[in-house]
């Protein structure tokens, strides 16, 4: 066992330790998304796009990061939160011609009631029957996608509306690359402000040791409802934004493989971490970039090293270390 | 009265679909019932079998063709052969993680199921597999019903594995030891079980049941393909709910109950075939929030 005062032995803990100070991984993320944000002068439309959808995944993996990560609930249909707020979106937008913007708060309520409904009555079970009514809660969502007159059936819905900012019509690829890496941020500024919050506390009572935090006064259905509509929130603005940003959406966008490919990234990073979930959502998308040639064989690799992880470093590959 | 004969043709397609159900719902209880676990690779695990029941019978179709001989050995040799490739999973990746938080090894065991999936696609390249046998279409006709002799075989089939289990489990040294486990594992070390074994023979014969459920799935469908066990895993896990999971009769009744129920469910017209699965994953929803300790398991509390 080493404790924290010992000297890291390899380069790469050392790396972490180095970081380790809240200050350093302030300024680490600043320069990150400086970085980020002058990149476009430098990339191709080909790269901009991956990186927009990188972005997009640090949202879902950070939203699901609350949920999994802080309140220690395993969610198996994450996906069906992003479907809902891009399918609102789409139907809101497309089939009764709203303004994009007038939109989004009926999408945020849909996730929030999509939330609360399913995490209501199920968040008492015991927490591996909430991981599969979750499983089950995600197919319901992409089945009622699938068989629904208003959600476009199988084919889906399209020409979703590019939208409008003050008369700035946000449609080029560049422009969604600045939307999401804002939206980026502002979930990583969420995340960091809900970790250090009361309830964040609260989340990580509930995840050590449910029954302490009953007898310490925290209501634990209340606060893991709480994990559960948070998470949904930023699985929603994902899916609003995504809708918008393809034009189009259809079912298969969200199959359990997106759930599972979003868990992948929170359980890669290490869970709970912010900047661990900030580097597996860039691992799970840019990775199978990397090795091109890999096809059909980047989930199983991604599965092998999910598996390896769990065995070998079940804090994840940046891991949080002990004070 | 054709009202009478598409009830009757209703059990009929139930009592099949029911077979399956159960004998994988029989695994996901057992396991659950001496470690606890919601082995996630349960389903995936039917799937294997059914490849490897697809392997075993184009081996030996050269030999004893492709009839109800070859199939017989095939789902032998698929039990088997899965059976201890359960054993290997539990002891390389559910062993090592017994005591880690609980998150962890369910996290472990889907790794595992998206590993199985994973590679049987990259092994099959993701198409479906036509598993042709010689077992042809007869079957008996009364009036518009119809009852194939594959229906019947495949259900006498599992009907005599679950008796067979139901006599381990209640007669034998290791199912007494299996049922000990379940209440108490500490206890049991301490009277001198062999813990480590009986859980070891529990997932032989949970993923032995899959893979026979699988291999037989395969022969009564005539196709497989890499999924096959994602839809079927949920469902059999929602069958062994409905009996009361950890309860071994209960994940039976269950299998079959949720089969009927699925094969009635279709006849009403307002659901229909695509709603299908939706209908089941309402039910399992149900089941958890009214009465999570299932028809026939007792309650109990989690202890993380």
Same mark, same amino acid.
């Given at each position: 066992?080493?404790?924290?005062?010992?000297?890291?032995?390899?380069?790469?803990?050392?790396?972490?330790?180095?970081?380790?100070?809240?200050?350093?991984?302030?300024?680490?993320?600043?320069?990150?998304?400086?970085?980020?944000?002058?990149?476009?002068?430098?990339?191709?439309?080909?790269?901009?796009?991956?990186?927009?959808?990188?972005?997009?995944?640090?949202?879902?993996?950070?939203?699901?990061?609350?949920?999994?990560?802080?309140?220690?609930?395993?969610?198996?249909?994450?996906?069906?939160?992003?479907?809902?707020?891009?399918?609102?979106?789409?139907?809101?937008?497309?089939?009764?011609?709203?303004?994009?913007?007038?939109?989004?708060?009926?999408?945020?309520?849909?996730?929030?009631?999509?939330?609360?409904?399913?995490?209501?009555?199920?968040?008492?079970?015991?927490?591996?029957?909430?991981?599969?009514?979750?499983?089950?809660?995600?197919?319901?969502?992409?089945?009622?996608?699938?068989?629904?007159?208003?959600?476009?059936?199988?084919?889906?819905?399209?020409?979703?509306?590019?939208?409008?900012?003050?008369?700035?019509?946000?449609?080029?690829?560049?422009?969604?690359?600045?939307?999401?890496?804002?939206?980026?941020?502002?979930?990583?500024?969420?995340?960091?402000?809900?970790?250090?919050?009361?309830?964040?506390?609260?989340?990580?009572?509930?995840?050590?040791?449910?029954?302490?935090?009953?007898?310490?006064?925290?209501?634990?259905?209340?606060?893991?409802?709480?994990?559960?509509?948070?998470?949904?929130?930023?699985?929603?603005?994902?899916?609003?934004?995504?809708?918008?940003?393809?034009?189009?959406?259809?079912?298969?966008?969200?199959?359990?493989?997106?759930?599972?490919?979003?868990?992948?990234?929170?359980?890669?990073?290490?869970?709970?971490?912010?900047?661990?979930?900030?580097?597996?959502?860039?691992?799970?998308?840019?990775?199978?970039?990397?090795?091109?040639?890999?096809?059909?064989?980047?989930?199983?690799?991604?599965?092998?090293?999910?598996?390896?992880?769990?065995?070998?470093?079940?804090?994840?590959?940046?891991?949080?270390?002990?004070? | 009265?054709?009202?009478?004969?598409?009830?009757?043709?209703?059990?009929?397609?139930?009592?099949?679909?029911?077979?399956?159900?159960?004998?994988?719902?029989?695994?996901?209880?057992?396991?659950?019932?001496?470690?606890?676990?919601?082995?996630?690779? /349960?389903?995936?695990?039917?799937?294997?079998?059914?490849?490897?029941?697809?392997?075993?019978?184009?081996?030996?179709?050269?030999?004893?063709?492709?009839?109800?001989?070859?199939?017989?050995?095939?789902?032998?040799?698929?039990?088997?052969?899965?059976?201890?490739?359960?054993?290997?999973?539990?002891?390389?990746?559910?062993?090592?993680?017994?005591?880690?938080?609980?998150?962890?090894?369910?996290?472990?065991?889907?790794?595992?199921?998206?590993?199985?999936?994973?590679?049987?696609?990259?092994?099959?390249?993701?198409?479906?597999?036509?598993?042709?046998?010689?077992?042809?279409?007869?079957?008996?006709?009364?009036?518009?019903?119809?009852?194939? /002799?594959?229906?019947?075989?495949?259900?006498?089939?599992?009907?005599?594995?679950?008796?067979?289990?139901?006599?381990?489990?209640?007669?034998?040294?290791?199912?007494?030891?299996?049922?000990?486990?379940?209440?108490?594992?500490?206890?049991?070390?301490?009277?001198?079980?062999?813990?480590?074994?009986?859980?070891?023979?529990?997932?032989?014969?949970?993923?032995?049941?899959?893979?026979?459920?699988?291999?037989?799935?395969?022969?009564?469908?005539?196709?497989?393909?890499?999924?096959?066990?994602?839809?079927?895993?949920?469902?059999?896990?929602?069958?062994?709910?409905?009996?009361?999971?950890?309860?071994?009769?209960?994940?039976?009744?269950?299998?079959?109950?949720?089969?009927?129920?699925?094969?009635?469910?279709?006849?009403?017209?307002?659901?229909?075939?695509?709603?299908?699965?939706?209908?089941?994953?309402?039910?399992?929803?149900?089941?958890?929030?009214?009465?999570?300790?299932?028809?026939?398991?007792?309650?109990?509390?989690?202890?993380?």
């Amino acid at each position: 066992m080493t404790t924290s005062t010992d000297r890291p032995s390899n380069l790469i803990d050392r790396l972490y330790a180095y970081f380790d100070s809240p200050r350093r991984q302030m300024l680490l993320l600043v320069g990150i998304v400086l970085v980020l944000a002058i990149m476009p002068l430098f990339m191709g439309r080909y790269t901009t796009t991956i990186m927009t959808n990188a972005l997009l995944y640090v949202v879902l993996a950070l939203g699901l990061n609350i949920v999994v990560g802080y309140a220690g609930l395993l969610d198996l249909g994450y996906a069906a939160f992003f479907a809902v707020g891009a399918y609102s979106i789409g139907i809101l937008t497309v089939q009764f011609d709203w303004n994009f913007w007038l939109a989004i708060p009926p999408a945020l309520i849909a996730a929030c009631m999509a939330g609360v409904i399913i995490g209501g009555p199920t968040l008492r079970l015991r927490s591996d029957y909430l991981a599969i009514v979750t499983l089950g809660f995600g197919e319901i969502v992409r089945f009622g996608a699938r068989n629904l007159e208003i959600t476009g059936r199988a084919s889906g819905l399209s020409n979703i509306p590019e939208p409008n900012l003050f008369g700035y019509v946000i449609n080029s690829y560049v422009d969604f690359y600045y939307v999401f890496l804002l939206l980026a941020v502002l979930a990583v500024i969420a995340s960091h402000r809900l970790y250090h919050s009361r309830l964040g506390r609260a989340w990580l009572y509930v995840r050590h040791d449910e029954d302490a935090a009953e007898a310490m006064g925290i209501n634990r259905v209340r606060v893991k409802l709480a994990a559960y509509v948070t998470g949904s929130v930023f699985g929603a603005i994902g899916g609003i934004f995504f809708s918008v940003n393809l034009g189009a959406i259809s079912p298969e966008s969200f199959s359990f493989e997106q759930s599972v490919l979003i868990l992948m990234a929170v359980i890669l990073g290490g869970m709970g971490k912010i900047h661990g979930v900030i580097l597996g959502a860039f691992i799970i998308i840019l990775g199978p970039e990397l090795l091109r040639e890999l096809g059909e064989l980047r989930l199983l690799l991604f599965a092998v090293i999910m598996l390896l992880i769990m065995l070998m470093r079940p804090s994840g590959i940046w891991p949080e270390r002990r004070h | 009265m054709p009202a009478l004969e598409t009830f009757l043709q209703a059990i009929v397609n139930g009592l099949v679909l029911g077979s399956f159900y159960a004998l994988i719902a029989l695994g996901y209880t057992m396991i659950f019932g001496v470690i606890k676990l919601l082995n996630f690779a /349960h389903g995936d695990v039917y799937m294997v079998g059914a490849f490897v029941g697809f392997g075993a019978l184009s081996l030996v179709s050269g030999v004893v063709g492709a009839g109800w001989t070859g199939l017989a050995i095939a789902v032998l040799i698929s039990m088997i052969a899965v059976g201890f490739l359960g054993v290997v999973i539990q002891r390389v990746a559910y062993q090592p993680m017994l005591s880690a938080p609980r998150l962890s090894i369910l996290i472990t065991a889907l790794a595992v199921s998206l590993v199985l999936q994973n590679g049987a696609l990259s092994l099959t390249e993701g198409s479906y597999k036509a598993f042709r046998t010689d077992l042809g279409f007869g079957g008996f006709e009364f009036g518009r019903l119809f009852i194939s /002799h594959q229906a019947i075989v495949l259900v006498a089939t599992a009907a005599v594995l679950m008796i067979a289990l139901e006599f381990f489990v209640s007669r034998t040294m290791y199912g007494r030891a299996m049922r000990a486990v379940s209440i108490d594992k500490d206890m049991c070390r301490l009277l001198g079980i062999n813990v480590n074994r009986v859980v070891a023979i529990t997932f032989l014969i949970g993923s032995g049941l899959a893979a026979a459920a699988g291999t037989m799935a395969g022969a009564y469908y005539g196709s497989i393909w890499y999924f096959m066990g994602f839809l079927i895993g949920l469902k059999a896990f929602t069958a062994a709910v409905i009996g009361g999971i950890g309860s071994i009769t209960g994940a039976m009744l269950g299998g079959l109950i949720l089969g009927l129920l699925e094969s009635f469910g279709t006849q009403i017209p307002f659901i229909g075939s695509e709603w299908k699965d939706v209908f089941t994953f309402a039910i399992l929803i149900l089941v958890l929030v009214f009465k999570p300790t299932g028809l026939l398991g007792k309650s109990e509390v989690e202890r993380m």
